[in-house]
């Protein structure tokens, strides 16, 4: 019988490392660096051939952070955070995938990843109080404990459109972008998708293709990003405030400090106020400063449609053909309710005389041809199809694997109708298997990397905390779970995101349960709650000894 979830010294109780992770993305990594540190074997198992995660397999042209780069970086290192340059205000793809390589190598991580490896099931067994994760290839691994850091964005979607598999010509989706680069001088391109990276690709793609049709199901706000390269003042100045910062980044709610937090309602402020505001806003570039408008921009309709409207207006502004303009003007949803998308020359480039865009919510695409794209309406002749249809997010990464426990509970059950968790940290019914920005958690919500750290931190306390107590096991309780579900549930109601057809509420997969997963209230509040459970000495948990303790 196996007597800790710390095997140090290999006790003869069959596991293979203390910990299993899923997934060497920024999570996976920082993972394995944090409980290395502590001392705990471990083992991250990585479906690509590489490290990095999104930044691994989202190669499209143009694919870049929308948080500034200054702040989308790890903070746990003192040293990495004030060595490493960023180029830009906004990195590029590649630069994000070097600087992770760059972290995997400088903290010596690769040696605990094994790359080209699916984990495909994952079961616990309450009798060995071990969980066994199998590879597609049949090779199993053993650990009392296992991290899911499979991702929120790592599903890639292709739509389920008729004869998608007979088109002759080159087919691409954004988050399965080819190593090698793609190249579309003179060709015909149709891009599908217009959400965050349909938008930061098509201007690029634009300036390669002899033609480039868009076709658009629905319209999105985009906001310009400003992007540029890194002002040397800029950068000084925030490393050296940047303890100070990464502290503050706590008690905000989207994880990320420097943004002054908004005091008076939309409403409070006349017509002529609020157009300087925007302005300002809009100038300065940045999705969370604009939202930072107002109070209310997030939770009323009259304070939110004054912003969408400053959007609209921009868009009329920039695009030379009306009838493309009011197409691009986003009718259905409040401005923010979905993922606030910056771009850099979006609305520009349909200025440009290649470049068309098709409105497929009257006229859906009826079907993929061997030579291009018919719509209701008309046939569109194409050389390559780029899908920027997006991800099965949240969810989708998680329900790809086979999950249970002996005791009978699966993941596909509990998650039948919507995901299910305590704090995203947990699910009742799996004991010991973790999950960083799982469900319910403000993950997507907020600067990824602060809230990633976050849980890979609170992990690594909770696992000292067996081991100091000689526990082997935790789980959520039934009870802690249903009222967090329903406090997250009640927290997205009293805002406007339930209102847009977002992947925060799996709208975009036919199927899928129409369930807001993201908790909304703030990393502060968020933060709050978990510091809390800690102290009440893990509050909504249940612990034991028995069959596994955690030792070390
Ligand atoms: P991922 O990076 O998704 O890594 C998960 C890894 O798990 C992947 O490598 C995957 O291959 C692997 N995996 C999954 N299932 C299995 C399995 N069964 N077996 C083995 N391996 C598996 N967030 C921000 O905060 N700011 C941004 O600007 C931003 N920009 C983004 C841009 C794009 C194009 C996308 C798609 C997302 C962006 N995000 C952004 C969100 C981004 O996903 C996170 O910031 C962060 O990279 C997530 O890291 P992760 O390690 O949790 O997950
Ligand atoms: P997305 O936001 O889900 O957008 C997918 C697009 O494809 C939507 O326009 C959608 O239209 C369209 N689509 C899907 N299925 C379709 C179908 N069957 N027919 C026609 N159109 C279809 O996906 P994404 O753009 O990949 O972005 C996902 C998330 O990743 C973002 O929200 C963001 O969090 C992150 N991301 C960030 C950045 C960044 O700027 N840093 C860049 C890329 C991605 P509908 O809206 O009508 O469904």
New binding site residues.
């Given amino acids: 019988m196996p007597d800790s979830v710390q095997g140090r010294h290999s006790p003869a109780d069959g596991r293979d490392f203390d910990v299993i992770i ?7 990594l920082y993972a394995i660096h944090r409980l290395r540190g502590l001392g705990y074997r471990v083992r991250a ?4 051939n590489g490290v ?7 190669r499209y042209p143009g ?1 870049r ?3 500034e780069s200054l702040e ?1 970086s790890y903070s746990f290192d003192p040293d990495l955070q004030q060595e490493w340059q960023w180029p830009e205000r906004y990195g590029t793809q590649p630069e994000i995938l070097k600087y992770i390589e760059h972290v995997a190598e400088r903290f010596d991580l690769l040696r605990d990843v094994q790359l080209n ?4 099931t994952a079961r616990y067994d309450e009798a060995t109080g071990l969980w066994t994760l199998a590879a597609e290839s049949g090779e199993q691994v053993r650990a009392p404990v296992c991290i899911m ?6 599903t890639p979607r292709l739509p389920d459109i008729p004869g998608i598999d007979r088109f002759t010509g080159a087919t691409y989706h954004t ?1 399965l972008w080819p190593r090698e680069g793609v190249d579309f001088t003179g060709l015909r391109v149709g891009v599908i998708g217009t959400g ?2 349909g938008v930061q690709s098509i201007p690029i793609i634009a300036r390669q293709a002899g033609e480039l049709t868009v076709f658009q199901r629905t319209a999105n706000f985009s906001l310009p990003a400003r992007n540029g390269p890194m002002n040397p003042e800029t950068e000084a100045r925030h490393k050296s405030e940047y303890v100070e910062r990464r502290v503050a980044a706590y008690d905000t709610a989207f994880g990320i400090a420097g943004y002054p937090p908004p005091r008076i309602e939309a409403l409070q402020a006349n017509a002529e106020e609020r157009r300087r505001q925007y302005e300002a806003k809009w100038r300065e570039g940045g999705s969370i400063s604009f939202l930072f408008s107002y109070t209310d921009l997030l939770t009323s309709d009259a304070a939110n449609g004054t912003a969408s409207d400053f959007v609209r207006g921009k868009i009329r502004e920039i695009v030379n053909d009306p009838q493309t303009a009011k197409l691009l003007c986003p009718d259905d949803h409040p401005i923010g309710t979905k993922r606030l998308i910056l771009d850099t020359g979006y609305y520009e480039t349909y200025n440009l005389p290649h470049v068309s865009l098709v409105d497929i919510r009257t006229h859906p695409i009826e079907e993929i041809t061997e030579t291009g794209v018919r719509t209701g309406k008309a046939e569109y002749p194409l050389d390559a199809i780029v899908f920027a249809t997006g ?1 099965d997010a949240m969810t989708g ?1 998680m329900r ?2 086979d999950i249970s426990s002996s005791s009978g509970v699966t993941l596909d059950e509990q998650w039948e109708h919507g995901p299910r968790t305590y704090l995203g940290l947990m699910v009742a019914g799996l004991p010991n298997m973790f999950m ?2 799982g469900p319910q958690s403000p993950g ?1 919500k ?4 602060l809230s ?1 750290e976050m849980h890979v931190d609170w992990i690594a306390g909770c696992l000292e905390h067996m081991r100091e107590k000689g526990l082997g096991r935790i789980e959520a309780t039934e009870q802690a779970q249903e009222e967090w579900v329903t406090h997250t549930r009640e927290v997205a109601e009293a805002t406007l995101y339930p209102k847009a057809n977002s992947w925060y509420m799996g709208a975009n997969v036919p199927g899928k349960p129409r369930v807001f997963m993201p908790y909304v209230a703030g990393v502060h509040a968020y933060k709050a709650k978990c510091d809390a459970v800690v102290a009440g000495g893990y509050e909504g948990f249940v612990t034991a000894r028995a069959p596994v303790t955690v030792t070390g």
């Fill in positions: 899923v997934g060497a993305g920024l999570a996976g198992y990585e479906a690509g990095g995660g999104t930044w691994f397999w989202n694919c952070c929308d948080v989308y490896t699916r984990i495909t850091a499979a991702g929120n964005l790592s988050g965050s990276s991800f990464a790809s694997i960083v920005t997507v907020s600067q990824m990397i990633i």
